[in-house]
């Protein structure tokens, strides 16, 4: 049994933040049908590592998807996706503001046609106010939103992450945000409008830096690898040459941390019973770290940290990940079968449900692979099919 199998959700977004939304959605069993530009396709096909030209990020992103390519821009293609919406739980899109209004798709409408849709709409700015209308990526959104200022060393530039932080931070947010609302359908028998502004979500993981700031004027530094709230944490090097992380967020870890590397000392300080207190002092607890690690290898650090029940992790990259045994217990990759490259490896679902497991059952497709399937379910002949077809509606 899959938890979402009774969901029809409308994947009309690009890029990363709304179609991962719709991923985790289509990962517990909803129905996700992923609609793109006959010609254009979803550019998240092109971003990435691919084999013979097949993007591997889309093989994720639109895994348990059906993929149908409508031209939404074309009155027949606003005419599929109410037909669509009729028969659908959820639609999810990131055109600019006014766009589906322009196209004779706008939110109150849907709702009219189908009082229990959920319309959620993901935009780099949110709907409204003076960015509302501008192009919005998630490199935008952590520039704006304190993560590049924070990140990065004292005396280096702000750093922006290698990857689509803000955007899987949003899409994490947005399938919460859909959860939420198909619950309170429950309820009230309505659906709702959603607006997700790409550059809030994130701001939620960096803390409270404006409660901070109003407070006590704080403005967060770049720290490295350090924290501003504990110490030690950092990355440290060992005499075989591994990079190990260390947190000691917790006070009996950080006592267990200066005892093992031969500081219990350090224990008996005031300053030394709170997180803020060893911040003051983290050059002294990262010298006493440091020299103690450089002077082992890997393999006995990590064992030594684990005798004491301290926290301490090797600085993986991907080869790593393939070879660790707790990531193989867990089953966090699967090969999953495809139907352009065989099989693809990538991620399981994120988490384990006792008695609604979610699966993995197909990897994303080639355009428009389903879109005769999905138009027969709407009542669309053959004949008509091949019209649309013909005339570059559909493909």
């Known amino acids: 049994m899959t938890s979402l199998a009774d969901l029809?959700?409308?994947?009309?977004?690009?890029?990363?933040a709304g179609p991962s939304a719709a991923m985790m959605l289509g990962?517990?069993?909803?129905?996700?049908?992923?609609?793109?530009?006959p010609r254009r396709g979803d550019p998240s096909r092109g971003h990435g590592a691919s084999v013979d030209g097949v993007g591997l990020w889309w093989k994720t992103?639109?895994?348990?998807?059906?993929?149908?390519?409508?031209?939404?821009?074309?009155?027949?293609?606003?005419?599929i996706l109410r037909r669509l919406a009729e028969r659908s739980d959820v639609l999810i899109e990131?055109?600019?503001?006014?766009?589906?209004?322009?196209?004779?798709?706008?939110?109150e409408d849907l709702l009219e046609l189908n009082p229990r849709l959920i319309v959620a709409r993901m935009t780099g700015f949110g709907q409204f106010g003076p960015m509302a209308k501008q192009p919005g990526f998630g490199t935008l959104a952590e520039a704006m939103s304190g993560f590049a200022a924070m990140t990065g060393q004292p005396?280096?530039?702000p750093t922006l992450p290698p990857l689509a932080l803000a955007d899987g931070i949003a899409g994490l947010a947005m399938s919460y945000a859909i959860m939420?609302?198909?619950?309170?359908r429950e309820q009230t028998g309505r659906g709702?409008?959603?607006?997700?502004?790409?550059?809030?979500?994130?701001?939620?993981l960096l803390g409270p830096q404006m409660s901070a700031y109003k407070a006590l004027g704080v403005v967060p530094k770049r720290t490295g690898n350090r924290s501003s709230s504990n110490a030690p944490r950092n990355t440290y090097?060992?005499?075989?040459g591994r990079w190990l992380a260390i947190s000691t967020s917790a006070q009996p870890i950080a006592e267990r941390v200066v005892t093992l590397v031969g500081r219990p000392d350090l224990v008996e300080q005031p300053w030394f019973a709170s997180g803020h207190g060893r911040v003051q002092h983290v050059d002294e607890l990262d010298e006493a770290v440091a020299s103690w690690i450089a002077e082992r290898d890997a393999a006995e650090v990590i064992a030594r940290f684990e005798e004491v029940q301290a926290a301490v992790a090797p600085i993986y990259d991907v080869s790593d990940l393939a070879e660790d045994p707790q990531y193989a217990a867990l089953g966090t990759f699967v090969e999953v079968p495809d139907e352009e490259l065989g099989s693809v490896t990538m991620q399981n679902v994120l988490f384990r449900l006792s008695e609604t497991p979610g699966e993995i059952r197909w990897a994303g497709r080639a355009a428009g692979r389903d879109t005769d399937e999905v138009l027969a379910e709407l009542d669309y002949s053959g004949e008509r099919i091949a019209a649309l077809r013909a005339d570059g509606v559909i493909a």
């Open 94 to 107: 990131n055109f600019r503001p006014g766009t589906l209004e322009r196209w004779n798709l706008a939110p």
């Open 27 to 37: 990962d517990f069993g909803a129905d996700v049908i992923k609609i793109e530009h």
């Open 61 to 79: 992103l639109s895994r348990n998807k059906r993929a149908a390519a409508v031209d939404l821009s074309r009155a027949e293609g606003q005419e």
């Open 192 to 204: 709702q409008v959603i607006d997700l502004a790409i550059i809030e979500p994130i701001l939620g």
């Open 237 to 240: 090097r060992t005499r075989d």
């Open 155 to 157: 005396d280096g530039p």
């Open 180 to 184: 939420v609302a198909l619950h309170a």
């Open 8 to 16: 029809r959700v409308i994947d009309a977004a690009t890029l990363f």
